[in-house]
């Protein structure tokens, strides 16, 4: 087998589901040896990337499905957060910390994201969806050493 272990979850885009991911991942993540401060990480990183599906890749349309996939191997967990929606036409820009394509938002979303997982990866297709992956692993990274 490829992996340990593994979970899929798909969901409506609608905001209630946002805490709903959070929590289920957040449980997975607790079959690998975090920190409560990390698994903290992990929910903050879900909520941000499942966010980021709902506000930015479905327009706030709640009918549109977010999948996640999660895998554990070799100690170390992936996080796959998928959308269907409009795209990042320009991946590098959307990373730029304070940028959004959103008037009244702060554009921080990403960074918060490269913050708290050890590695960030963003697939994209404008017009057919974006996935958002994130590898980390327990003890990989202390929180307050962080320096970016
Ligand atoms: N799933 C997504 N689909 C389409 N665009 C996205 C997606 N996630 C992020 N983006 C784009 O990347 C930008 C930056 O995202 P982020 O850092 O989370 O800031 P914010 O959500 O505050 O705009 C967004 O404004 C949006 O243009
Ligand atoms: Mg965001």
Redesign the pocket.
């Known amino acids: 087998m490829e992996f340990d272990n593994f979970l899929r979850i798909e969901f409506f885009s609608r905001p209630e589901n946002v805490g709903l991911a959070r929590v289920t991942l957040a449980a997975f993540a607790a079959q690998l040896d975090y920190t409560i401060t990390e698994i903290d990480d992990l929910k903050g990183a879900v909520s ?1 990337a499942v ?3 709902i ?3 479905y327009g706030n349309d709640p009918d549109h499905v977010v999948k996640i996939v999660a895998y554990l191997r070799e100690g170390e967990l992936e996080i796959v957060v998928e ?1 269907r ?4 036409p320009n991946i590098d820009e ?1 990373l730029r910390p304070g ?4 008037p009244e ?7 918060f994201i490269k913050s708290f997982v050890d590695r960030l990866e963003i697939i ?1 297709d404008p017009g057919k969806g ?1 996935r ?1 992956i994130m590898f980390k692993r327990p003890g990989s990274q202390s929180s307050d050493a962080r320096t970016n």
Not at 85 to 88: K, L, S, V
Not at 99 to 102: F, G, K, N, Y
């Open positions: 941000e966010s980021n599906a506000i930015h890749g959308d929606g409009y795209g990042i959307a940028v959004s394509t959103v938002r702060l554009g921080l979303g990403f960074s994209s974006t958002v």
